[in-house]
């Protein structure tokens, strides 16, 4: 299901022994568009500290609950190594944290979560690949390649969309998929450059660089297919029809089309749900 970043913001995330605290902002990579971290403000319990939370630990919340539960103790949360969110996060703090959990790594493989398309792992939920691919990916383990890519949905929301004939809009939300923790899309607000304002969504497959020094998102699509593309209504749940009709308008091939291809065998039985908008 989609659903929003903002829908996410003050849910409360609860361990297995009592609440660790409430989201304040999300982690995304620019090049898989995976949401890799929730970053969670914590009570007086361990003085008001910053942590994240990794997709690869939540276990479920209700459909409409403001609370996010995570297979994990407050103890765990409290040990996990510090985070200061004011400075970029390293690959090398990334690596040390997933270690500390147990989780993989996610960098390096042939899914936006490694090995798989979904933030779950362990034999029995990881695709069937062969053994020369495993061993490849087993070289990433104890040297993390490059920058991590990491970005925050607040600091990227204002971003100006330069389009192929120049800038039209801004970004102003994220829609994401609860299932495979991956940004979907932008919502660009368009009132600052034309006149009959709208929201309009763009997909992240269609973004092919985000400039963190001009603070612009560029996609290949022109204004004018921007500004006569499909309004978006945030008051309004995005479903698959209207996805259809969006991707009808560019002429592009739907994101769903190319994941039936493409699920693994072992799919985790029961999707990750988070609070609706």
């Known amino acids: 299901m989609l659903r929003t970043i903002e829908s996410l913001k003050g849910c409360t995330v609860a361990a297995s022994d009592g609440e660790i605290g409430s989201i304040e902002e999300v982690y995304f990579d620019d090049e898989a568009w995976g949401i890799r971290y929730l970053v969670v403000k914590t009570g007086n319990w361990i003085s008001e500290r910053r942590v994240l939370i990794s997709p690869y630990s939540v276990r479920h919340t209700d459909p409409g609950a403001t609370s996010v539960h995570v297979d994990l103790t407050r103890q765990q949360v409290s ?24 989780y993989p790594n996610y960098w390096g493989g042939l899914g936006v979560w490694g090995m798989s398309s979904y933030p779950a792992f362990g034999p029995a939920l990881l695709p069937d690949v062969s053994t020369d691919t495993r061993e490849q990916l087993a070289l990433y383990a104890d040297k993390p390649p490059g920058d991590s890519h990491l970005r925050s949905t607040d600091a990227v929301d204002g971003y100006h969309i330069e389009a192929s004939d120049g800038v039209f809009g801004h970004v102003s939300g994220f829609i994401f998929d609860d299932e495979t923790w ?62 259809t009709e969006l991707y009808a308008f560019y002429g592009k091939k739907g994101y769903w089309a190319e994941k039936s291809e493409n699920v693994p065998a072992s799919r985790p039985e029961s999707p990750v749900h988070v609070p609706g908008p």
């Open 182 to 243: 991956t940004m979907r899309y932008l919502v660009v607000d368009t009132r600052n450059w034309w006149p009959a304002a709208k929201e309009v969504l763009i997909a992240t497959d269609w973004i092919f660089l985000i400039d963190w020094y001009e603070t612009t998102v560029s996609t290949e699509l022109t204004r004018d297919a921007i500004k006569d593309s499909p309004a978006y209504d945030s008051s309004v749940p995005v479903v698959r029809d209207y996805e």
């Open 79 to 102: 040990d996990s190594p510090a985070i200061d969110t004011h400075k970029p996060v390293s690959r090398q703090h990334e690596a040390e944290y997933l270690r500390y959990y147990g």
